[in-house]
């Protein structure tokens, strides 16, 4: 049984504008800055649960990543 506790469950939240971008532009795009955040997370010990957006008021869109530490059990 997984454990949700603090120490296991990492959130991170993005607030953008809405424009266009790919996951090689520039830093402050969404692509961007969620691709680096994934790619800083240990792959060895965290998987990601959620990537979810909603607009905000304006132009601006909110994007949050969830991710949790899971350890495959040896044998």
């Known amino acids: 049984m997984a454990a949700y506790g603090d120490s296991n469950t990492k959130v991170k939240t993005f607030i953008h504008d809405a424009n266009e971008g790919a996951q090689d532009g520039s830093t402050g795009t969404i692509a961007r800055d969620v691709q680096d ?14 990537v979810s ?14 991710a949790m530490n899971y350890n495959i059990p040896t044998s």
């Not at 790619?39 to 649960?49: Q, Y």
């Open 37 to 50: 955040y994934i790619a800083a997370l240990d792959d060895a010990n965290n998987i990601v649960v959620s």
């Open 53 to 66: 957006h909603c607009s905000l008021r304006g132009d601006k869109i909110l994007t949050m990543v969830v």
